[in-house]
């Protein structure tokens, strides 16, 4: 489904972020706002602050035009008619927001996706006003907007995939790390940060410690800069006492909002942050919040909300937390974290999960991978989904995709494969932290580089033909790996290049071999001796990828070239392929003698057969792969 023009309702302080998102992912995009004086505020606060972003250098004057001549403001609904999706960002008000959805569902034409940016209520809910709950999800965004990668996409019981599918891809393009979500109370996130905050309050309430000190074991707990009562007081306390007003509704008495936070909230006062610190306090404080948001996590993992990696993604990149809840267990021992949960199931019956207590009895951590296989039909996907650290190589993640191969490998039914990365990265090099402690170590380094080369010989040698669609940055070991694939499409906003010698090393996983072998001596060696990146363009110039493409249209393209490939007869592909890679390590002869030899080997294959038969049938060959 093709997104090209986007309404959104709302101009506040998040409608306003969403709509200059939008424009700068290249989207036509009209805001609206009931009256002019509320428009003209709005469209002010994103001029405002694109300002900003000029005066940091983070956006040129041509750079703010182009995105300023997208943006079209409107206090007319009708005009959002022929939007291709449509975002409401009004108030969190139940009511109004059914209220427009039933009007937008009447307006806008039916093939316009709806999404609501609420953080409290049911996506369903406000779906069910509507005639499309089909094409109805939910694009939390959190704030603000603009900077904050973060996006829960929220997936309905009636949430068709297409759409799913639609607003994960509309997130990347805009420049967020989606994370999928089911329409949950709290989703994700909100679900354990509320809890953070409002257990935070109660601590405060039973008067186990004071709010300078919560806050400060807070921030040393979570590795965050503001604490929850200075981060209520920034973001507002009729949202923090609004959201845990709606979870005690959804929810009940584990959410109920805490007597402090009540009544700030009646007073319409902000948190006194005075006092001094007691460091006699500050263990308690944060065994508390620990316990709480580690049981809430599992719970959520365990309703099926987010998976372990999303719900760690979501703490790491929205909360900006040094590590999620998964994280932090592992971190502790899950044992330990079962025991600091003990005494808030005192008080709430039911509050540790059985997910979490199965995980102890295993003996093992957590399982939090950054490298996902999904195989559809013939076709499997490797994504690299370490976005918060630009799916920059270590080796855990080499061994996940070490494994990731292994299991392509194994599969019969795949035939083609497409190796990726999630958020504005394919891969930006190996890294640097792990690089630098084992620097020291000759043998470490040895053996880790040894490594990392035998999985990009796994990806070179798998009998399935690999197509990297980079997607991003693909810089040092990421291009590497990008050239130990048979196939490069790269979207037109990718960097690519070797920058290992402004860090005082070199190439190491096959840099100065497979680019010199693919784009000769003298483009490889400017490459490497300079260490500079770049653009897609140029790098389909002197032949590093295949193509380039849109953004918008890389997996797309990906898809299609891997679907053309897999209707062909995949032993014929396999030894093919064998035979290329055997043109970079022999000579002509011996070349031409290898060839010979796998051509004889296919002539004899059942695929052959069916091959000449469908062709001289003028029918579509069903090839099975068979050997004999």
């Known amino acids: 489904m093709e997104i090209k023009k986007v309404g959104v309702v709302g101009c506040g302080l998040m409608g306003s972020g969403i709509a200059q998102t939008a424009a700068e992912g290249g ?117 603000p907007p603009v900077i904050n990668k973060l996006l829960e996409v929220v997936r309905t019981k009636e949430t068709v995939p297409e759409v799913i599918e639609t607003l994960l891809n509309f997130g990347r393009l805009t420049g967020k790390l989606p994370i999928l979500v089911l329409d949950s109370p709290g989703f994700a996130v909100n679900r354990f940060f509320i809890a953070w905050y409002n257990e935070a309050a109660r601590l405060l309430d039973e008067g186990v410690a004071n709010i300078p000190t919560i806050d400060e074991a807070a921030c040393e707990t979570f590795g965050i800069g503001m604490g929850p009562f200075k981060l209520i007081n920034v973001s507002g306390v009729f949202l923090a006492y609004h959201g845990a007003a709606s979870l005690y509704e959804s929810l009940g008495e584990f959410y109920k909002p805490a007597k402090h936070l009540r009544e700030l909230y009646e007073s319409n006062q902000l948190w006194d942050l005075s006092g001094e610190v007691d460091p006699t306090r500050k263990q308690a404080v944060a065994e508390r919040l620990l316990g709480v948001v580690c049981g809430v996590a599992a719970r959520v993992v365990e309703e099926g909300v987010a998976t372990i990696e999303d719900v760690d993604r979501g703490a790491t990149i929205g909360l900006r937390w040094a590590k999620g809840p998964f994280a932090l267990m592992n971190d502790m021992g899950l044992e330990h974290a079962l025991e600091l949960m003990k005494p808030i199931e005192e008080r709430h019956p039911g509050f540790i999960p059985d997910l979490l207590k199965k995980q102890v009895a295993s003996g093992k951590p957590w399982p939090l991978r950054h490298v996902r296989l999904s195989v559809d039909g013939a076709i499997a996907t490797i994504t690299m989904s370490r976005p918060e650290a630009l799916n920059a190589l270590n080796r855990k993640v080499l061994q996940e995709l070490k494994d990731a191969l292994a299991q392509v490998r194994a599969n019969r039914a795949v035939r083609v494969v497409i190796l990726t990365g999630e958020g504005n990265a394919f891969i930006a090099g190996a890294d640097i932290k792990e690089m630098q402690a084992l620097a020291a170590q000759p043998d470490a380094i040895r053996e880790f580089t040894e490594f990392g080369q035998g999985v990009l010989r796994d990806i070179e040698t798998l009998p399935q ?45 096959g840099g100065t071999q497979r680019t010199t072998r693919l784009v000769g001596r003298g483009v490889a060696s ?51 392929k064998a035979a290329i890679l055997a043109t970079q390590q022999l000579p002509l002869d011996e070349g031409l003698a290898f060839e010979l030899d796998r051509a004889i080997e296919v002539m004899a294959t059942p695929d052959r057969v069916e091959g000449m038969q469908a062709f001289i049938e003028k029918r579509q060959p069903v090839f099975t792969g068979e050997e004999t």
């Open 27 to 143: 989207f036509t995009t009209i805001v609206r706002e009931p009256t002019q004086e509320l428009l003209d505020k709005g469209l002010q606060r994103i001029r405002d602050f694109m300002a900003k972003g000029i005066e940091k250098g983070k956006m040129t004057p041509e750079r703010r035009d182009e995105v300023w001549a997208r943006i079209q403001g409107t206090t007319d609904l009708s005009d959002l008619a022929d939007c291709d999706l449509v975002i409401e960002a009004i108030t969190e008000v139940r009511d109004a927001k059914e209220a427009l959805f039933a009007e937008l569902d009447q307006i806008c034409k039916p093939s316009t996706i709806f999404a609501t940016n609420t953080s409290t209520f049911r996506v369903a809910e406000l779906a069910a006003v509507t005639k499309r709950p089909h094409l109805f999800g939910g694009l939390h965004y959190f704030f």
């Open 465 to 509: 033909p690999v197509i990297a669609a980079i997607n991003g940055f693909a810089l040092g070991g990421g291009l590497e790996v990008a050239l130990a694939c048979d196939i490069r499409i790269a979207s037109s906003d990718a960097r690519l290049g070797l920058p290992e010698v402004g860090l005082g090393i070199m190439p190491g996983l």
């Open 526 to 576: 400017e490459l490497i001796f300079t260490g500079d990146l770049i653009g897609a363009e140029e790098a389909a110039r002197v032949g590093l990828v295949n193509r380039v493409v849109e953004p918008a249209k890389l997996m797309e393209t990906a898809r299609q070239l891997a679907e053309r490939i897999a209707s062909r007869a995949p032993v014929a592909l396999a030894k093919a």
